[in-house]
Each structure stands twice: as structure tokens, then as C-alpha cells.
């Protein structure tokens, strides 16, 4: 399926059914992300009951700490 | 002189001759004199901004002269502090400007000094810990603050307003385990600007009364990627930080990062103030590349970074061979987790 990952329009594999799958995908489920699923900011404790659909438009931003 | 000099930046508008005369009675101060630091002060000393005071506790080295822009060769070879070396830089782009460099290590203990009577905080540090230290100080005595971070070539940036934006410890509610760092992933000189172009156009507003976007913005400079959310709805009513009830937990002795000198042993034990558990195993993956001598247990993995003999555990204490300054054990530490 295609969604629309910060502002780029990405295919990512079938099997991502919700925000913890598409985390687990990027390798940032032990990270500090910020995630806005449609213009609303994700509920980290809903991550595995928030479905994510052909379409979607995801904002993802993970926190780093260098500089 | 005076006259001309900022001639191109009175005629942008939203500046103009009244935005100039504001830089100049302003006060900035700079967390972190690395790559972010010495990127913002340079663009703020030319644009005129009143004082400019920066921290840090680290020395000039080879592998900062990559994207430091402020340092040089000759800075490497004497060894010289980067806030001194950086300030004796600054004052030769531009003398109507005060400038301080002061060697120290920024923590909760000194930090409330650092920030008084300054009117915006620009974040050039290397870790989470000190920025949520700068945060909680920020936020207690209501100076904005200007977040910025980046490794390899993605950056991030919020400009952090009390009262008017949700604080740094809404968004980040824990110390993270580990991170990438500068010293682990690389880091390229093109994002560090573009980092410090937005950190210090936020500077220009907030120190020229210009309305600021409260956003949280991330960019990925390689990939041509870019990220913006709206981080209004994380503002926390209970946050320790900016919430009803406050107690800038950051700013507590307790909580502070406590280091101790092994005597005769030339080691400095770190033991974090805030409970962060170490995953050794991922933190092996890093390590294993960058340093020789590698050991790994159970309970503990063991290996040696320059001239260092580092030891890590699982509780996130390290010892630090190879040193007595508390300082130098520090920035190591932070280097290799963030
Ligand atoms: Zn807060």
C-alpha cells in the first residue's frame, strides 16, 4: 500500500496494519517519535489499535540527541 | 561602520531599523559550542545581537574541525577550550559584539545562573539529559528556549516558549535508553546548518517580537525529507516541568548525573540521577565498530575508545579509566550514548 510519510509518498509492505507495525518497520519502536496519523497526534498507548490505510498521511518524528 | 553593517538585514522588513536596535540591547545564550553552537553564534555575532554568552566543557579536537566552523587547526594543536577558542573567533568577525565563553560542564546546579537575565536560549548540546536540565530552567524563569538536534543528516528543531508552547519534557516523558550520537552514526556539515538556520531565524523572532510557529519540525537533508507536526495537544497540564503543579525535577541535586573520582585508580564513575536502564546488547552493536578490546557479559560490557577503558552497566553507571576530570568523563559518556 501507498501512504504518504512526511510529505513523501512511500509503498510500504502489506503486513503494516497499525502505527506499532509501521514503528517496528522504521526500527524506531525504541525510540522518541512523534507520530501525526491524518493531522492527529497518535496516542502512544494506542499505537496497536491505530489502523493504518492506503492513503494515510503519516508526519513521523523520531527525537535524537546529537548537535 | 555601524551604519552600513547591518544595512541588508534593517531593509527585510519584519526586522527593519527598530528589529536591529532590539538585537543589539539583546542577550543570547548558547548551550553547547560543537557544531549547532558555533553555526548559530557565528550567524547571531554577525547579525549584531547584543551579548552572546556559550558553554561548553569540552576541547578542540581533529575531528571537529569537519563542521565546527568557528575552530582551526592551530585551536587543535593547543588544546584550547572551545568556548575560549570559539569567543576569541567571534570577536575577530565582529567587535561591537560582548562575548563570553565560559569552560563549565552545564548542569542543574549552575544552570539558573547561566540563564539569568538572558532573553532566548539556543540548544547546541549533545544530549538529553542536559537539555532537559536547560529546559526545566527555561521554563522556571520564562525564557524561550530554541531546541535543536541532529545525527547523521537529519536534524530536528522546536522553539520552546513557556507558557505558550508545550515544554521540551511534554515531548520527551523519559530519558531515552540510548541514542544515536555524533560519535556513533556521523554526522554531515549540511545539516547542522540547516538545523541552525531555523534555531537562530526563531532567535531573530522572538528577539525582534515577531510571532514564532510553535512546531515541531524534522528533516532528513540527504533524503529530501521533512516532517512537521502541531505538538500543541502533547502540552501536559501535569508536566513536572511546565504543569500547575511544578517541581523542575531537572534542577534537583538528586537528580543530577553523579560523578565521582576513583582516587589513585585515574577513574571517574558517572551514575545517572534519573533512572535509565542500559540495553547492552544493542548498545554492543554501536560499540563493537568503534572501539577494540571488546568484552561483553551478562552484566556489564567493557571495551576501550581512544585512550579510555570504558565499562558500562546495565543500571546506566559507567566507569570512565584513563581520566580524573570529571568534565572529560562526561563527554564521553554522552558521545557514545547520547
Ligand atoms: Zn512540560
Redesign the interface.
Known sequence: MTIQL???HVEIPENIRNVDDLLKHYQLE???V?I?LNNE?ADKSKYTELPIADGDKV????????? | MSTTRYSRQELFPPIGKAGQEKLKNARVLII?A????TSSAEMLVRAGVGRITMVDRDYVEWSNLQRQQLYTEKDVQDKLPKAIAAEKRLREVNSEVVIEGIVADVNGMNIEELVKNQHVIL??????ET?LVVNDAAVKHEIPFIF????AS???TFPMIPGKTPCLHC??N?L??Q????DTVG?ISPIVQL?TAYQVTSALKVLTGNEIVPR???FDIWKS???????W??KNKDCPTCGSSSTFPFLAYENQTKAAVLCGRNTVQLRPGFERTI?LD?LAIRLKELTSEFIQNPYLLSCTYEEFRLVFFKDGRALIHGTSEIAQAKAIY?RLI?
Do not use: W
Not at chain 2, 123 to 128: E, P, R, Y
Not at chain 2, 179 to 182: E, F, L, V
Not at chain 2, 225 to 231: G, N, Q, R
Open positions: 512526511n510529505g513523501l525504541n525510540r522518541i512523534i501525526e497526534i508526519e513521523m518524528i523520531h527525537f535524537v540527541g546529537g548537535g | 553547547g560543537g557544531a549547532l553552537g540548544d547546541a548540546t549533545d544530549n538529553f537539555r535543536g538536534a541532529c545525527v537529519y536534524g530536528m515531548l520527551i523519559h531515552p535508553s541514542n544515536q550520537t555524533c554526522v538545523v515541531l519540525q524534522s525529507e521533512k516532517a512537521e507536526i502541531d505538538v495537544p502533547l540495553t544493542q554522552h547520547g
